[in-house]
């Protein structure tokens, strides 16, 4: 586990355990000529977070759009997937989540340095992470943002801190994410909720749905 105490623009502000982040998307494996694919592509994630939930959004408008909700005091979640007209939920318990992040990247190395850099008003702490499918890249992280394990569902679950700048794969996509912008407004419980009216799907066929998108 890596514990740092943050210093810079925020280093005074009491830790933030409630709020938005606005992240930057981007995508490094496609060709920045190839601006069809590029436009049908998300360019911005929201991430909520409260009481040791988290929930990401991403889409392209009416389109597409997935959301993703933890909850790390049920360590359980679900991911829901929009296209057009059609609405699908994945529930996942706790080996469900662990097994996600492990397909990402396999095993993850963590190691910290004394480097910072500024993200979004925040001086964040660089790490190096290498992975178990020989990737290796640089993330920064705020130890003051976030809850509590802020990462136990994804790969990065050996950094305690929000991560501000950090690459992910799925579904055969490789993206970057650099935050952009954190508010401290207070956010809905119902933004953490299972709704209904989607269709039960399994993790196989969601990633179809995706891959066939």
């Known amino acids: 586990m890596f514990i740092f105490c943050s210093c810079g623009s925020h280093s005074t502000q009491e830790n933030i355990t409630v709020g938005t982040i606005e992240y930057e998307v981007s995508y ?8 069809m694919a590029a436009m049908m592509l998300p360019s911005k994630m929201i991430l909520y977070f409260k009481d040791g939930k988290v929930q990401s959004e991403i889409g392209t408008g009416a389109i597409f759009k ?3 909700v933890t909850d ?22 706790s080996a469900g989540i662990q097994q996600n992040a492990y397909d990402i990247f396999k095993e993850v190395k963590v190691t910290a340095t004394n480097e910072t850099k500024e993200i979004a008003g925040y001086v964040c702490k660089k790490a190096l992470v290498e992975t178990g499918t020989g990737k290796k890249f640089e993330v920064f992280y705020c130890p003051n943002l976030g809850p509590k394990a802020a990462n136990w569902f994804n790969p990065y679950k050996e950094i305690d801190g929000m991560i501000m700048e950090y690459h992910y794969k799925q579904y055969n ?31 196989e066929k969601m990633a179809e749905i995706f891959e066939n998108f």
Do not use: R
Request: net charge positive; proline share 6%; no cysteine.
């Open 28 to 35: 490094p494996s496609i060709d920045k000529k190839d601006m």
């Open 66 to 68: 997935t959301i993703i």
């Open 72 to 93: 790390k005091a049920t360590e359980s979640g679900f991911q829901l997937l929009k296209i057009v007209n059609k609405k699908y939920i994945l529930k996942l318990d």
């Open 173 to 203: 996509l490789d993206m970057k994410f650099v935050a952009v912008k954190v508010t401290a407004d207070p956010v809905k419980d119902e933004f953490f909720v299972e709704p209904k009216g989607y269709e039960p799907i399994t993790k």
